[in-house]
Structures are given as C-alpha cells and as structure tokens.
C-alpha cells in the first residue's frame, strides 16, 4: 500500500472504511499469489482449452485455482474467444463483487477476500454470495477475517 491507495483520483482521502477494504484486498492478492499457488513446472501446450491456458502455471491443489477453476472456467471462453477484462463486468451483471474483480481471477479472488473480510456471511446463493462463501471453506481464511475485523 502506499499514498495513492488511500487517495481518490481527486486526491480527497478515502474514509477509513474505505482503506479497510483496499487493505483486506491487498491482503487477498498477498494470498492467491504467495508460495504454493503457482507450479512452474509445467510446460505450456499449444492446443490447452482457454482455461487451461489462463491457469496453466497455477497448482492446482492451490485456492486461487480451485477459485478460478469454480468461478472462471465458464467465463474463460465465448464465441470460442478468450474473454476477460473490462467487457466481463458488464456482460455478467451480478458475477462480480465491483468491476476491478472482473479484470481477471486473481483480481477476482482478492476483491472477493477483501469483501468476504468486510462483510457478513451473505445468506443468498448469488455468484456474489457464492464467492463469499468460497472463503469460509477455508479455515486459514476465516483465521485471517477474525484478526482483521477488529481493525476496522
């Protein structure tokens, strides 16, 4: 985190829900992408599906491809083209906890970490909801949201 995390383009401070939130985001990017997420040790393949193409170097007995493997192995084609990106948020309504999310999984997961942090346990079984609920499968995670709650 830095300045420009706690400032709105206008340069006005974020209130301190605000930065609560990016926090507990930038501590959802710190876990999909820490050791154990990636195996670089595959090799890619001309011919992978478009979801195997986009998680190739992930392992996959890590939580940001089980996550991606739910929430983005649909999205990964349409019309047989790769989708990802600005287009995602407004063609799925609903899919996405705010439009940075919808720029690609990783940003998914962390957006959805950070909501799942600031949130409470969503009782509908939206995509949204769902994403949520992803987080409370994992014990390290809900660990994680206690600590960080109080801070708020």
Known sequence: ??????????????????????????????????????????????????FEELTFILNENGTLYKFAKEFW???STQNGQQIYGPGLYSAYPGYFVN??????????????????????????DSVIDQKIKFFYGYPEFVSVRERLRPLR
């Open 1 to 50: 985190l830095d300045y420009l995390d706690i400032t709105h383009v206008e340069g006005k401070a974020y209130s301190d829900n605000d930065f609560f939130r990016d926090f507990a985001e930038a501590y959802g990017n710190y876990l999909a992408t820490k050791e154990g997420q990636t195996s670089y040790g595959k090799e890619y393949q001309q011919d992978m599906a478009p």
């Open 73 to 75: 192995e649909e999205l």
């Open 99 to 124: 439009e940075e999310a919808s720029q690609n999984f990783t940003s998914d997961f962390s957006n959805s970490f950070a909501e799942f942090v600031v949130s409470e346990k969503p009782e509908g």
